[in-house]
């Protein structure tokens, strides 16, 4: 199968841009929470997958516990994370139909599967999870939103480099198109080189939506044993339910 290149430019020629925009040491808690997670299997979790990873920035946490595979659909984001996170395996490939051929003992899908619009599309990420997940392992999905919690909204930040560059954004989400499990983001991004240049950027995402029935349903219909996991932490900001998917010991 042939791999396309990234539809969104956040993740193309903006790529370089992401630790200004999203830094690692954002993610420390959440990593910790997932590990957390992953303990909770009855088998010893050592080996990880991450379909996903972008940046690799929960895995520069994630990596002191577990040795990584990290995958992603975009060439240039891997290209940062590989930057990052020199010691971890990285593989280009797409979560939908990734087929490695090798079993990990978790699997670890985090905000990129809101790039899945579509309930097909949804069920072949679990059915990859669950391929590549070894009997009595876990595949743990953390969906920014779920259809229930989602809330229309705007966020902003980033940060600056000490070379002088520095990014700005603003994210704004729309309420769902009526009728579909779709969400629109609007992304715009003012970006500063390091002789002062700015330029800016702006584009609009696609995201899907989906019931915590529906994740429920799609996980133990792929052969694993589905729970809802409330998030819990310290940051000011909703928490997120995540989906934990048990593989049968004796599958
Ligand atoms: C917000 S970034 C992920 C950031 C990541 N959580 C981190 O720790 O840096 C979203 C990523 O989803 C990836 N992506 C979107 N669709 C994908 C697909 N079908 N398969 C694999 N990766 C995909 C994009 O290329 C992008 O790198």
Redo the contacts with the bound molecule.
């Keep these: 199968m042939t791999i396309q290149p990234?539809?969104?430019g956040?993740?193309g020629e903006l790529?370089d841009w992401?630790p200004l925009i999203?830094p690692?040491e954002e993610?420390t808690e959440e990593a910790a929470f997932f590990a957390s997670v992953f303990a909770s299997a009855p088998i010893p979790v050592r080996e990880v997958l991450?379909?996903?990873?972008?940046?690799?920035?929960?895995?520069?946490h994630l990596k002191s516990s577990y040795r990584m595979t990290l995958?992603?659909?975009?060439a240039p984001?891997?290209a940062?994370?590989r930057k990052l996170n020199p010691e971890c395996e990285h593989i280009l490939?797409?979560?939908?139909n990734?087929r490695l051929g090798r079993l990990f003992d978790a699997v670890f899908v985090?905000?990129?599967?809101?790039?899945?619009t579509s309930e097909s599309?949804l069920r072949k990420?679990i059915e990859t999870a669950f391929v590549h997940c070894r009997p009595g392992g876990v595949a743990l999905f953390v969906p920014d939103d779920t259809s229930e919690s989602f809330v229309a909204g705007s966020d902003c930040g980033g940060y600056d480099a000490p070379d002088g560059r520095g990014a700005r954004y603003l994210e704004w989400s729309h309420a769902p198109i009526e009728g579909s499990n779709l969400s629109l983001t609007d992304y715009s991004f003012l970006l500063r080189n390091a002789d002062g240049a700015v330029k800016v950027f702006h584009e609009t995402h696609r995201l899907g939506l989906f019931s915590r029935q529906l994740w429920l349903q799609l996980i133990d219909e792929a052969g694993f044993s589905a729970i809802v996991v409330p998030e819990s932490m310290t940051e000011d900001r909703s928490p997120r339910e995540m989906f934990l998917g048990n593989k049968p010991l004796s599958s």
């Design positions: 990234p539809d969104y956040f993740y790529a992401w999203s690692p993610y991450e379909l996903g990873s972008g940046g690799g920035h929960n895995a520069f995958t992603d659909l975009s984001m891997l940062v994370s490939g797409d979560m939908r990734l985090h905000d990129a599967v809101a790039y899945m599309d990420v």
